[in-house]
């Protein structure tokens, strides 16, 4: 079992980057692999990035694509999301995910655990 803990996020402005964190606790993090998942008021929960046990594999929402980044470090059980150019709207929660199994898929109910998300908001 492992738990998840989000920080980095805040209000920024329009153009900017910030670099989200999620911290596991366990011996186990690098057998599982990870997504973050971001989530509107009003809207679901959405896939934005994936990353497998190694770090090998990554996928990304179509439209974040060339402007966020997953990476992992094992040795520091994190996983990070850099986010640049960052455009304004409503305040959106980043939420942390992660399962066993090491294939991408980008569902929210295919990942088992979760963190409590960390607020994130851009200003115009």
């Known amino acids: 079992q492992v738990q998840l803990v989000e920080s980095g996020g805040g209000l920024v402005q329009a153009g900017d980057s910030l670099r989200l964190s999620c911290a596991a606790s366990g011996r186990t993090f690098s057998t599982y692999a990870m997504a973050w998942f971001r989530q509107a008021p009003g809207k679901e929960r959405e896939f934005v990035a994936y990353i497998s046990w190694s770090g090998g594999h990554t996928v990304y929402a179509d439209s974040l694509k060339g402007r966020f980044t997953i990476s992992r470090d094992n040795a520091k059980n994190t996983v990070y999301l850099q986010m640049n150019s960052l455009t304004p709207g409503a305040t959106v929660v980043y939420s942390c995910?992660?399962?066993?199994?090491?294939?991408?898929?980008?569902?929210?109910?295919?990942?088992?655990?979760w963190g409590q998300g960390t607020q994130v908001t851009v200003s115009s």
């Open positions: 995910g992660g399962k066993g199994a090491n294939f991408y898929t980008r569902g929210r109910n295919d990942y088992r655990y």
